[in-house]
């Protein structure tokens, strides 16, 4: 099977991660959370890399969870729960404390959890056809480790909206509450993203990675160790929840959930 995360470095310093499950839409399960993790250790050691560029292979960026993963991981133990919202949330923090520029680019959908990974990032930019939501009170879940990075991403006042409705959002509308900081057309994609590379590569790394640190301390994902345990608890707790449960039941069974009006 592919690797669920390719990652590579070119020779000014520019590393480019990439999500590699087309075939569902890049959705995340723990084969590609530890890729990731993985891709930012490694990065994060050598002292070469000058900035990170993350996309997705194929039609979209990064669909959300894996939702039968997620199913499978919530008819487990609290522990196994524990370990699997853990690890997602590391992969985000890490990504959001990067001492090292990354530009995220966006076609098609980046969903759920894709929110929080390119919030995490410094600079977003979506091609026209991308399309957002904050999909998880969809299925009875919290968006609870990714809450942090969007609330300095879109505000807390965008957040009320729309990890609360779950809605979709096109490009233009993610600009506008700050999600992204640029939408180009799809084919100019990653040319837009090469450009604004160069622009980091212009700039010294030491004064980068300081004003990042800096950044942080008012931000609100630069929160301490037992926030970060207190949002893993919560976030593994409602998975395994009976709205959790009949959330992600009426996702494989295709049919609505039992919150939803009929007629």
Known sequence: MADPVIASLDANGVATVTLNRPEVGNAYNGAMIQGLLAALDTLSARKEVRAVLLKGNGRHFQAGADLNWIRSVSAGTPEENDRASRATAEAVDRLNRLPIPTVALVQGGCFGGGTG???????VIAADNAMFSISEVRWGLTAAIIIPQLSDAISARQLRRYALTGERFDATEAQRIGLAHMVVPLAELTGAGNDMIGRFLENGPVAIAESKAFLLESAWGGFDRAAFDRLVASHAAKRMSPEGA?????????????WKPHG
């Not at 990974?117 to 600079?123: H, K, L, R, T």
């Not at 992600?248 to 039992?258: D, G, I, Q, T, Y």
């Open 117 to 123: 990974i390119i919030s995490a990032c410094d600079v």
């Open 246 to 258: 009949e959330g992600l039941a009426s996702f494989v069974e295709k049919r609505p959930a039992h």
